[in-house]
């Protein structure tokens, strides 16, 4: 086992993974409608197409990738694409089209290379947020690894999206993670991150001017530009881990997604302890997908644990 972990730093790790999943689960019902005028937002876990609580793809794809750094360090890719695809072909009730059309392949026997360099030929323009929404436990599990952390951050990234763009959202995302397990506040760690990240122009200019956007200026989409923008947008123009959340997860559209991206830096920022407590009890949702298993907020939290420690000889 490891040392003893500095419990600040356990207390953010699992803010992080726990925040990440309830930020979907708190987007579900909101994916696909319209940003909730201001007197009405959604603060609650309601039912969507799921019910109220339950966690979709964006949380079940990061299982599935911690499980495969718990499995396997350095992060294999390989390991990774028949994870993915396994959850792919167990029916999953969210997935996105990106992923879907890769996912199916690989199931199939074809290389996730091969497929994703056909994929690139064929939709060079695609930067879905779908490999975004799922790479927080890359930072934990490189919470002490600078290094490694950009890499298997591209990298997973890299097994369903490998467009420039998604490759530096889920680095700049993971960097600004690891700032922030190390107590920096979110405009420091942010530019801590863009710092050690160099995102391409002009996607650096909308992150930059992410944090002094007009809530009405946000399309919220499945871009992976628009979701990393809602999401510093969220995190820099609040102060409290539910205000965060429910600014981001009300702008509609692809809520679910940009609510786990915030969720996970907000997480990271404000620790386990700021989650409020009636959406812990309210998180749930089945995993392995097909296994009758439920997972639980605890789960998610012990499974965070596992990440920061895994690091070390003998996890
Ligand atoms: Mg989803």
Not at 170 to 177: F, K, P, R, S
Request: proline fraction near 6%; aromatic fraction near 6%.
């Amino acid at each position: 086992m490891t040392p003893a972990l500095d419990p600040t730093l356990l207390d953010r790790a699992r803010g992080c993974a726990v925040g990440a999943a309830i930020g979907d689960a708190l987007g579900m019902p909101l994916e696909f409608g319209p940003a909730r005028p201001l007197d009405d937002l959604v603060r609650e876990m309601v039912p969507g197409r799921l019910p109220a609580g339950t966690f979709t793809d964006d949380t079940e794809m990061a299982l599935a990738l911690a499980e495969s750094l718990l499995h396997l360090r350095p992060l294999d890719p390989d390991d990774l694409a028949r994870r993915f695809a396994a959850w792919a072909m167990a029916d999953p009730p969210d997935i996105g089209i990106q992923t879907s059309r890769v996912l199916r392949r690989v199931a199939r026997g074809e290389p996730w290379a091969t497929v994703i360099a056909e994929e690139q030929r064929r939709h060079p323009d695609a930067a879905g947020n779908g490999s975004l929404m799922r790479c927080w436990p890359v930072a934990l599990a490189c919470w002490d690894r600078p290094d490694d952390l950009l890499r298997e951050s591209a990298r997973q990234s890299q097994v369903t999206h490998s467009h420039e763009d998604c490759l530096a959202a889920c680095e700049l995302a993971n960097a600004t993670i690891y700032y922030l397990l190390r107590g920096e506040a979110p405009g420091q760690a942010l530019d801590s991150a863009a710092a050690l990240v160099r995102l391409p122009e002009p996607f650096a200019q909308t992150i930059r001017a992410a944090r002094s956007r007009r809530r009405e200026e946000l399309s919220n989409s499945g871009w992976v530009r628009h979701t990393l923008e809602s999401a510093v947008w969220g995190l820099m123009t609040t102060d409290t881990f539910e205000d965060a959340l429910v600014s981001v997860v009300n702008l509609g559209r692809d809520a679910d997604t940009a609510g786990a991206v915030v969720g996970a830096l907000a997480g990271a920022a404000y620790g386990y302890a700021a989650v409020p407590d009636r959406w812990k009890v309210a998180l749930r949702g089945e995993w392995p997908l097909g296994s009758g298993a439920i997972w639980t907020t605890d789960d998610i939290a012990h499974l965070a644990d596992r990440l920061v420690g895994s690091t070390s000889e003998g996890r």
